[in-house]
């Protein structure tokens, strides 16, 4: 069973930066595409950016210009990078990445202080 593995994230005053990275533990075979959800305390869980395995990105409105999703093949890892952070940024971030089924990280918590 591949394991999807996340770091990064944790507290960061607002305009700050945080790297959050999601590696595989192995190959993953036909997936489709891959990205990073988020929930708030008390709200609904948002996705905010994907990468299809063509290299084609979307984020949701709410981040876009100031979040950037990338991957790295060769390691079978993904990253969300995250500049300009604002309070509202403050989540639970889960990585996944869609194949025949959809697998999942375990989440990590971005702590974003005003």
């Known amino acids: 069973q591949v394991q999807l593995v996340q770091s990064g994230g944790g507290l960061v005053q607002a305009g700050g930066s945080l790297r959050l990275s999601c590696a595989a533990s192995?190959?993953?075979?036909?997936?489709?595409?891959m990205g990073w959800y988020r929930q708030a305390p008390g709200k609904q869980r948002e996705l905010v950016a994907t990468?299809?395995?063509?290299?084609?990105?979307n984020y949701a409105d709410s981040v876009k210009g100031r979040f950037t999703i990338s991957r790295d093949n060769a390691k079978n890892t993904w990253f969300l990078q995250m500049n300009s952070l604002k309070p509202e940024d403050t989540a639970v971030y889960s990585c996944?990445?869609?194949?025949?089924?959809?697998?999942w990280g375990r989440g990590t918590l971005v702590t974003v202080s005003s």
């Open positions: 996944y990445a869609e194949t025949t089924v959809v697998l």
């Open positions: 990468i299809s395995s063509g290299g084609s990105t």
């Open positions: 192995s190959n993953i075979f036909n997936i489709n595409a």
